[in-house]
T-cell receptor
Framework: GQQLNQSPQSMFIQEGEDVSMNCTSS?????WLWYKQDPGEGPVLLIA?????ELTSNGRLTAQFGITRKDSFLNISASIPSDVGIYFC?????????????FGQGTRLTINP | EAQVTQNPRYLITVTGKKLTVTCSQN?????MSWYRQDPGLGLRQIYY???????DKGDVPEGYKVSRKEKRNFPLILESPSPNQTSLYFC????????????FGQGTRLTVV
């Protein structure tokens, strides 16, 4: 079943505001991935994190792999209309031959111009 | 262009009428999987395949079948669809190596009446 708790479930913000969302789990993950899903499309990878404590940026996006390996956050600075969509966290658990990619419930971002 | 292709994109069918959603990837990926996306529940894995002729149940396999006769194709079969299978379905693929990102198709919106 679902093993990642993502929050918030939805956000309504003004254009230009910063956004923060996070994922937590009671289990340890090997990686954390952040995906974005545009309306009518499949999820697309934004940022991948591979080591505990890692902080990675991709343009206005910044994500961190929690030091305990049980959480991650994604920040978006100075939001713009094209940031609208659903953001998913995901993490790899397990070892070679039995690894599983688990997803959070998603955060739906709505931006008022 | 590297991609995962699903067909059809939209499908409306009646209860009990067998259907197949096709998925094909051109990246020579070993690992393929099917997810369903429902509001508030995120992406839940239905079935996955680690390679040709190797398939296994995900978190919500009831009412679905899959096959993996060729590396590039991973069809999802609903033998007797029911209204609770109305959902948005995604196929994804990734390499068999550890901690690799999943690439998603554009989705199939299925309505069972």
């Amino acid at each position: 079943g679902q093993q990642l708790n993502q929050s918030p479930q939805s956000m309504f913000i003004q254009e230009g505001e910063d956004v923060s969302m996070n994922c937590t789990s009671s289990s340890i993950f090997n990686t954390w991935l952040w995906y974005k899903q545009d309306p009518g499309e499949g999820p697309v990878l934004l940022i991948a994190l591979y080591k505990a404590g890692e902080l990675t940026s991709n343009g206005r996006l910044t994500a961190q792999f929690g030091i305990t390996r049980k959480d991650s956050f994604l920040n978006i600075s100075a939001s713009i209309p094209s940031d609208v969509g659903i953001y998913f966290c995901a993490g790899h658990r397990g070892v070679q031959g039995a690894q599983k990619l688990v997803f959070g419930q998603g955060t739906r971002l709505t931006i008022n111009p | 262009e590297a991609q995962v292709t699903q067909n059809p994109r939209y499908l409306i069918t009646v209860t009990g009428k067998k259907l197949t959603v096709t998925c094909s990837q051109n990246m020579n990926h070993e690992y393929m999987s099917w997810y369903r996306q429902d509001p508030g529940l995120g992406l839940r894995q239905i079935y996955y395949s680690m390679n040709v002729e190797v398939t296994d149940k995900g978190d919500v396999p009831e009412g679905y079948k899959v096959s993996r006769k060729e590396k590039r194709n991973f069809p999802l079969i609903l033998e007797s669809p029911s209204p609770n299978q109305t959902s948005l379905y995604f196929c994804a693929s990734r390499t068999g190596q550890l901690n690799t990102e999943a690439f998603f198709g554009q989705g199939t919106r299925l309505t069972v009446v």
